[in-house]
């Protein structure tokens, strides 16, 4: 049987229930996969899922600074040469990066202790999601000799940063790299030679059975929407914020429910109260899988104005569970939400669309809602389940496996599923 580690920053974690859907999916698939993890954010989680899983999980910083040093001595006196020739292409791709060579040497210990594990364990390949330091401690932990990696790109930040985190060197180290959709294989494309784009493969982001086989809840008459996603700039609240400000003047009444949390929420709880809408803007803060679920049924659609984004799970989730969503064109969104036919593409940073499309929204016939809703779901199931995305993972870990047939189920238990985006 395929043994294989997936590496992450940080694991299991609110905004990541999509790897571990992933996980769940490879296992059904016959692979055994290890957890492992940079850093622990156990004080975070807020779903008996994620605690679960956080008891399979080892998280590398756990060994301490004397760990780190004594892996790091080991591996210099039992692999002189590919250390010596690791420490050099830690240096090399440290020297042009934002955070600077003593941190990539930070970098090259952590992978010492990642060598030990997979060593120990019996491991054939790391997988690491997302382009940035994660997929650093496993390029380094392959060029000290141990298994091969291959990774996820999920972006923004890694097109944004491309040259900093040394994205051509890593694409040209891996196995393979995986795109989340047509958007990121474009990017990945720019930011390699030609010889290796057949390296690149899209595997979808995909949800399971929970959303997918949610039994219908009509839409609902009341006047509401709900935004889910972490309280950042990028989410573009801030704009939202005025957008419900200037339906608020207008004499609409509506009520608008932030679920989730972050670096933001003190500038929106301001701003809320500075323009007098708290009879209209409802924030819940970190919220379980079910909660976020029942949160979106309970609207008539989603909305996440995004500035930057790869492909939002939270998108799919609500179109599964039949709600069109109000969101912008950015990245791979256009390649799932089809204007007017499951929902609505507004320009990013527009807060005059924005207020145009809300007003729309809540002014709506729910018939009308309801037909957007069926078409999406219909969408999200062909491109985004899990079980179909999980084989074409499995497929590419283990070339001489057979995919899973699209009927077959990878069941995933409600307490066991947890909502989360990015």
Known sequence: MTQIAYLVNQYPKVSHSFIRREIIGLEACGIRVARFAIRNCASELVDEADQLELKKTRFILDVGIAGLLFNLLRTAISKPVNFLSSLWLTLKIGW??????????????????????????????????????????????????????SFTVHGPEEFDKAKQIALEEKIQRASFVVAIGSFGKSQLYRWCNYQHWSKIHVVHCGIDQMFLKQPHT??????????????????????????????????????????????????????????????????????????VKQQILDSRAMVLPSFAEGLPVVIMEALALGRPVITTYVAGIPELVKQEHCGWLVPPGSVEALTSVMREVLQLPVAELEQMGKVGAERVGQRHDITIEASKLAALFQPDL?????????????????????
């Open 218 to 291: 009509p839409v609902p008459e009341c006047p509401r929407l709900v935004c889910v996603g972490r309280l950042s700039e990028q989410k573009g609240h801030l704009l939202l914020i005025e957008a419900a400000s200037q339906l608020a003047t207008e004499g609409l009444q509506f009520k608008l429910v932030l679920v989730g949390d972050g670096e933001l929420r003190p500038q929106i709880e301001n701003m809320v109260a500075k323009l007098g809408l708290q009879n209209y803007i409802e924030i819940t803060g970190w919220a379980s899988n079910g909660e």
């Open 402 to 422: 057979h995919s899973l047939p699209e009927k077959t189920t990878i069941n995933i238990s409600p307490k066991n599923s947890q909502y989360v985006e990015v």
């Open 96 to 149: 042009g990066s934002e955070r600077g060579i003593l941190l990539h040497l930070a970098y090259l210990a952590e992978a010492c202790v990642l060598l030990s594990w997979c060593l120990d364990s019996g491991i054939d390949r790391v997988h690491a999601h997302f382009g940035t330091n994660s997929t650093t401690v496993a390029m380094l932990c392959h060029s000290l000799g141990g298994p091969s990696y």
